[in-house]
């Protein structure tokens, strides 16, 4: 069965300090890859897809990047955190179907 | 504009009573999820639904595409029902969420 993995749990960064966050996916070949804010409040906002290796979409220009090293490997990261970066992001896979999502980072910026 | 909207936007219930949460979508969609976000934030698949009625357990679906609009039964709410409830739409390879449903159930 598939998996996908988060880490870490919880974050907390000082103002302009780096960022990488990271998400794995088991079980499954060439899946699409998605990351995901929820911000103060319920919404989540759709941040970067990837349909492949080294091929990442941005839905929303921001102070954040996405990667995709491997097929089941997505990285979130900054290279320097801003306060209204703090969150919960959530990284979710797909292929042809329903999306499911990982347990999320909450990161705090202070 | 608004493209998926839940309704209510909370809702308070004894536990056994019953519920029906509603999504509004302004265009046409691939699919549609509905997901429940425990108190940890796990997002829990519940359906995922194009069209027509599904059921699990307690848990109903329905989605009416021509109309847009689906719709989240649960029957005999229990404590741990509570939580959000979020629709979201497919198009494309993309989900677009509502802002969900605050569900506290009490005992």
């Known amino acids: 069965s598939q998996t996908i993995h988060q880490w870490p749990a919880t974050l907390v960064q000082p103002v302009g300090s780096p960022l990488s966050l990271e998400c794995t996916v088991e079980g499954t070949s060439n899946p699409n890859l998605y990351w995901y804010r929820q911000a103060a409040g319920r919404g989540l906002q759709l941040l970067f897809y990837?349909?492949?290796?080294?091929?990442i979409s941005s839905e929303v220009p921001q102070n954040l990047s996405a990667s995709r090293p491997q097929d089941r490997q997505f990285i979130l990261s900054s290279k320097k955190l801003l306060l209204s970066d703090s969150g919960f992001y959530l990284c979710?896979?797909?292929?042809?179907?329903?999306?499911?999502f990982g347990p999320g980072t909450r990161l705090l910026v202070l | 504009g608004i493209q998926v909207e839940q309704s209510p936007p909370d809702l308070i219930l004894q536990e056994g009573a019953n519920s029906t949460l509603r999504c509004n979508f302004s265009?046409?969609?691939?699919?549609l999820q509905w997901f429940h976000q425990n108190p940890w934030g796990q997002l829990i698949n519940l359906f995922y639904?194009?069209?027509g009625t599904k059921q699990n357990g307690r848990l109903s679906a329905t989605t009416v595409a021509t109309e847009r609009y689906s719709l989240l039964y649960i029957s005999s709410s229990q404590t741990t029902d509570s939580g959000v409830y979020f629709c979201?739409?497919?198009?494309?390879?993309?989900?677009?969420f509502g802002e969900g449903t605050q569900l506290t159930v009490n005992p």
């Open positions: 265009d046409s969609v691939n699919n």
């Open positions: 990837s349909v492949g290796i080294g091929q």
């Open positions: 979201a739409k497919t198009s494309g390879s993309r989900l677009t």
């Open positions: 639904i194009p069209s």
């Open positions: 979710a896979w797909s292929v042809a179907g329903p999306q499911y």
